[in-house]
C-alpha cells in the first residue's frame, strides 16, 4: 500500500500520509483498490521503467504483460506493441527495421542497448563477416 500511497500522493499533489488515509478509508468503505498497481504513464519511457526490473549485468526483465505465447505486450492507443519495440521507441531515432530482439545471451532481455533490428544486424554481419543467426524466441 505504501507504493500505492506515494503515487496516489503524486498524482494528487498531497502528503503520502493523506494520500494512505485516503486509502485506508475508501478501503474501509468497500472499495476494492487491489486493481490499481501504477499510475497512467505519461511517456512511453515512463511506461517501458514500470514494466521493466533490472536483471543484472545490463540486462532487463519485462514485468509487464505477456501474450499468450509468453511474447512481452504493451498497449497504446489501441496499437499493441511488443517489449522490444516498447524498449527500441525510448532510446531509438528512428522506427525499427523488422524485427527487433535481444543481441545477448539473457532470455527474453528488453535491455534497450541490448536490441538489434535486422538492419543493425545486417550491418554487422556486413562489418564483422559473421553468419546469420538464427531467430530466439522472446
Ligand atoms: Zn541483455
Request: net charge positive; with cysteine; hydrophobic share 35%.
Amino acid at each position: 500500500m505504501d507504493d500505492l500511497a506515494d503515487a496516489v500522493a503524486a498524482a494528487l499533489d498531497t502528503t503520502p500520509t493523506h494520500a494512505a488515509d485516503i486509502l485506508t478509508r475508501l478501503t474501509n468503505a468497500g472499495w476494492e483498490l487491489t486493481r490499481i498497481t501504477r499510475p497512467h504513464a505519461r511517456t512511453l519511457a515512463e511506461a517501458f521503467a514500470q514494466r521493466t526490473q533490472d536483471a543484472g549485468n545490463g540486462h532487463l526483465d519485462w514485468t509487464g504483460f505477456r501474450d499468450r505465447d509468453g511474447r512481452p505486450r504493451y498497449q497504446v492507443a489501441g496499437t499493441a506493441w511488443t517489449g522490444m519495440r516498447l524498449a527500441w521507441a525510448t532510446t531509438r531515432t528512428r522506427p525499427p527495421d523488422g524485427n527487433v530482439r535481444a543481441d545477448c545471451d539473457h532470455p527474453g532481455c528488453v535491455a534497450p542497448e541490448h536490441l538489434t533490428d535486422r538492419r543493425d544486424r545486417d550491418l554487422t554481419r556486413a562489418v564483422l563477416g559473421t553468419p546469420r543467426r538464427r531467430a530466439r524466441p522472446a
